[in-house]
């Protein structure tokens, strides 16, 4: 995947200096999504709809792809699972690491972009996972489900869950519904400067960052192609956190459209299993 990574470097770079942020940030208390206190004293960070799409993981190796600082890779580990989480940012894999000694709780933590993680870490797993951001930060997503494919063992699962691309085309600044961005995958990556950022208000990015857009037929026809049975595919109207400006307090948690507007899907959840004989046992070449 060198090719890969050596076209979007620019904007990988500048996306780990975000994240690099943002998990200091996160890690420091900043945001009320990341109660490192509740979870220091034992609590779970995983919420329904992933526990759901998950399954049980209790004696099961479990990859966590794109896992931040490590809070839900470790509630994974406290659930029973033998885990392993991969990002790309340092500052986040080794606050992880903190994180896992601070609690007394085993995980791997590996740094590496995912693109190039079948170079830098041994399969298969039992259950490959990836939750909430996930996506919107990755170029390719073709590659990203061979990636996860060649981790997952034949009969094993893929469990996804993460933002709606429909989400992704609201303006995140307009205190109404307003179209601004792209819906369909674009040649170019969108970038957006620094500001404000999902962790609540005192968290903001620092650094331009840079996102990419992918159809939610574009990610089920990658997760099918690399060679995984769709189980199941939700859309849910509640969302885990204020997304937009306009949503309001869902009555069973979370947030949604508010009343007056028609409800739309802020999250879907992927299931796949891995079909024993198909898909591939490397990702494919360069073009």
Same mark, same amino acid.
């Given at each position: 995947?060198?090719?890969?990574?050596?076209?979007?470097?620019?904007?990988?770079?500048?996306?780990?200096?975000?994240?690099?942020?943002?998990?200091?940030?996160?890690?420091?208390?900043?945001?009320?999504?990341?109660?490192?206190?509740?979870?220091?004293?034992?609590?779970?960070?995983?919420?329904?709809?992933?526990?759901?799409?998950?399954?049980?993981?209790?004696?099961?190796?479990?990859?966590?792809?794109?896992?931040?600082?490590?809070?839900?890779?470790?509630?994974?580990?406290? !659930? $029973?699972? #033998? /885990? =392993?989480? +991969?990002?790309? &940012?340092?500052?986040? @894999?080794?606050?992880?690491?903190?994180?896992?000694?601070?609690?007394?709780?085993?995980?791997?933590?590996?740094?590496?972009?995912?693109?190039?993680?079948?170079?830098?870490?041994?399969?298969?797993?039992?259950?490959?996972?990836?939750?909430?951001?996930?996506?919107?930060?990755?170029?390719?997503?073709?590659?990203?489900?061979?990636?996860?494919?060649?981790?997952?063992?034949?009969?094993?699962?893929?469990?996804?869950?993460?933002?709606?691309?429909?989400?992704?085309?609201?303006?995140?600044?307009?205190?109404?519904?307003?179209?601004?961005?792209?819906?369909?995958?674009?040649?170019?990556?969108?970038?957006?400067?620094?500001?404000?950022?999902?962790?609540?208000?005192?968290?903001?990015?620092?650094?331009?960052?840079?996102?990419?857009?992918?159809? !939610? $037929?574009? #990610? /089920? =026809?990658? +997760?099918?192609? &690399?060679?995984?049975? @769709?189980?199941?595919?939700?859309?849910?109207?509640?969302?885990?956190?204020?997304?937009?400006?306009?949503?309001?307090?869902?009555?069973?948690?979370?947030?949604?459209?508010?009343?007056?507007?028609?409800?739309?899907?802020?999250?879907?959840?992927?299931?796949?299993?891995?079909?024993?004989?198909?898909?591939?046992?490397?990702?494919?070449?360069?073009?």
């Amino acid at each position: 995947m060198a090719d890969l990574t050596a076209r979007w470097a620019r904007e990988f770079e500048a996306n780990r200096k975000v994240w690099d942020d943002l998990a200091r940030q996160h890690a420091r208390g900043y945001s009320p999504l990341y109660d490192v206190p509740a979870f220091k004293a034992g609590g779970l960070t995983l919420d329904l709809l992933v526990r759901a799409a998950v399954g049980p993981v209790e004696g099961r190796s479990l990859l966590h792809l794109h896992c931040h600082f490590g809070l839900d890779t470790l509630s994974w580990v406290r !659930l $029973g699972a #033998v /885990v =392993t989480g +991969v990002d790309f &940012a340092p500052t986040a @894999i080794a606050l992880a690491r903190d994180l896992a000694h601070a609690t007394g709780l085993a995980a791997t933590f590996v740094c590496a972009n995912v693109y190039e993680l079948p170079g830098r870490l041994t399969g298969p797993f039992d259950v490959v996972f990836a939750s909430y951001g996930v996506l919107a930060w990755i170029p390719d997503v073709g590659r990203w489900a061979e990636i996860a494919a060649h981790f997952t063992r034949p009969g094993g699962r893929l469990a996804l869950v993460d933002y709606h691309p429909l989400v992704g085309t609201f303006d995140v600044q307009a205190a109404e519904p307003r179209l601004r961005h792209p819906y369909f995958a674009q040649s170019t990556a969108l970038r957006f400067e620094p500001g404000p950022s999902y962790g609540g208000p005192a968290v903001r990015t620092t650094s331009a960052g840079y996102e990419w857009t992918h159809s !939610l $037929g574009d #990610v /089920v =026809t990658a +997760v099918a192609a &690399a060679g995984f049975r @769709i189980d199941a595919l939700q859309e849910r109207p509640v969302c885990n956190y204020q997304a937009m400006p306009w949503f309001a307090p869902a009555a069973e948690g979370g947030w949604r459209a508010p009343t007056g507007l028609p409800d739309l899907p802020p999250v879907f959840a992927l299931r796949a299993t891995r079909e024993p004989g198909t898909g591939p046992s490397e990702p494919r070449p360069e073009p």
